[in-house]
């Protein structure tokens, strides 16, 4: 009678481990969103580099090499949120998917909200991707990476960072610091802050922040609706507006930086790189 008891025990305790193993599978599954999209806003006009999305490396538009990383990342279609035609031209002469989006608008984030609103009027996909169009050199992974914070179910906007290991970032305000904790042995972690300052204060990593998103489709249609904020236009930082406004926001480390093109000579680094 003991030997049996024990036996059902064992049983009772196995069977419980695997359903609550089995749980947390299904819970993690249905919480990371099962359907996300890529949305590349582009625009001629910008004051230090006219007509950049357009601009040729190795022959094609650099909106084309930003298009064909996010492809290569293979998380979900990609359409590109054109400000203007002859970017719409570009990306459909490729076979791609482009949507015309009013020039006036103020953000990428308020030209990718305008581009889904008519490309995806159902809602089908459940999170957003928001990578900019003069990121060329974008990592694959890193793009894949975004969507990774997105798994805690508080979450509602990722983003990815890069630890920084040069002294004279940790100073440079162009160099954007996410103040994050993250554990030592983690790859994740929340977002309290972001700043051209050098922060935290004391001993520990700075985190390079890259300005690459991933939305849940909520918090997307709430943010375009959220005024500028005071730290906002401070730092002249946009991901301000989301935390100043009680949304959670949680960084991924990633292994590079991407070259952002904001000039002639960026490009030519562009070039030099792919």
Known sequence: MERHNAAEILYRITLSICLIEFFYVSWHIMIKPLKPVVVIPARLAATRFPDKPLALIHG??????VWRRAMEAKVGPVLVA?????????????????????P???SGSDRIHAALESYDPDQKFDAIINLQGDLPTIEPASVRACLEPLAHPNVDIATIGVKITRDKERTDPNVVKAVASIGANSKVGRCIYFTRATAPFGDGPYYHHIGLYAYRRAALDRFVLLAPTILEKRERLEQLRALEAG????????DTVPLGVDTPYDL???????
């Open 60 to 65: 094609e538009p650099m909106i084309v090499h």
């Open 82 to 102: 054109a400000g203007d035609k002859a970017i719409l031209d570009a990306i459909k002469k490729i076979g791609g998917d482009a949507v015309l989006t009013n």
């Open 104 to 106: 006036d608008l103020p």
């Open 247 to 254: 949304m959670r926001i949680d960084i991924a480390l990633v």
């Open 268 to 274: 030519e680094r562009a070039q030099t790189m792919l």
